[in-house]
Nanobody
Framework: QVQLVESGGGLVQAGGSLRLSCAAS????????MGWFRQAPGKEREFVAY????????AYADSVKGRFTISRDNAKNTVYLQMNSLKPEDTALYYC?????????????????WGQGTQVTVSS
């Protein structure tokens, strides 16, 4: 069983930065794609970014492209989300997730394991 624990959320002013971390248990971390998703109150969970197992390919939602960067350290079983130029509309609960599948990485239903989430609040 894989356990994912997010950290690094908090309250930040618009234009500021935060770095989220997600630590994974288990010995299969380096094998699978990892994703970040977010959910704002009253809205559906939405895709933010993913990174494949080797770290050589990433993808982003249009709303965060150019501002957020996903990365991973397979030696530390950790995936990161560097968030710059934050906007009030980035306010949400951010989740990391792991998928054992090999396609449709933007689809949350493809992911098998989820963390508990870390809250990001951006004030205007």
């Amino acid at each position: 069983q894989v356990q994912l624990v997010e950290s690094g959320g908090g309250l930040v002013q618009a234009g500021g930065s935060l770095r989220l971390s997600c630590a994974a248990s288990g010995r299969t971390f380096s094998t699978y794609t990892m994703g970040w998703f977010r959910q704002a109150p009253g809205k559906e969970r939405e895709f933010v970014a993913y990174i494949i197992s080797s770290g050589t390919s990433t993808a982003y939602a249009d709303s965060v492209k150019g501002r957020f960067t996903i990365s991973r350290d397979n030696a530390k079983n950790t995936v990161y989300l560097q968030m710059n130029s934050l906007k009030p509309e980035d306010t949400a609960l951010y989740y990391c997730a792991q998928t054992t599948k090999y396609y449709s990485f933007r689809n949350s239903r493809q992911y098998d394991y989820w963390g508990q989430g870390t809250q990001v609040t951006v004030s205007s």
